[in-house]
């Protein structure tokens, strides 16, 4: 097979979140808490609060690829996640501080998936080696950011 020249970076994206992101846990969250601020409810919905993910701020994934596209190896493959593994209630706790109030979570078995990972993340070493990439922005930031967001957008 003839080389095209096009220089190739594999990279696998692991959860990441951020202002203006939808249908993901912390954006469902947020967004959750705000209208629940709003009614007075102070109660959200939510599924398995025991999973565990290594969720990531845009901000920081958008960095990763940059510094990917500058000095990523060729035909690598590169993990992109958060350096810190959440629990999904640390969410929940990251929300309240965010609001200035307690929430009540209710679990909703809609939200429960028959087969749920309890910890997804990805092993980051290579990239922070190679590219010098490293997470700026920890989830209480990225939290604090989406509620502003969702105060300023909803009705």
């Not at 202002?19 to 409810?41: I, P, Q, W, Y």
């Not at 510094?67 to 992109?80: C, D, N, P, Q």
């Amino acid at each position: 097979m003839a080389d095209s020249g096009i220089r190739c970076i594999r990279a696998r994206i692991f959860n990441s979140t951020g202002t203006r992101k939808v249908n993901d846990v912390t954006s469902d969250f947020t967004k959750r808490a705000v209208l629940a601020e709003r009614d007075g409810s102070y109660t959200i919905r939510a599924g398995n609060l025991h999973t565990r993910r290594s969720i990531m701020d845009q901000r920081d994934l958008v960095e990763a690829l940059l510094l990917l596209s500058e000095k990523g190896v060729a035909g690598e493959v590169y993990h992109i996640s958060s350096e810190v593994i959440y629990e999904m209630r640390e969410i929940i706790h990251y929300i309240e501080e965010a609001i200035g109030h307690r929430l009540t979570v209710r679990t909703d078995p809609a939200l429960l998936r028959p087969t749920d990972e309890r910890v997804i993340a990805g092993d980051v070493s290579k990239l922070k080696r190679d590219t010098g990439w490293s997470q700026k922005v920890m989830l209480k930031q990225t939290v604090a950011d989406m509620i502003g967001y969702w105060r300023k957008v909803l009705p």
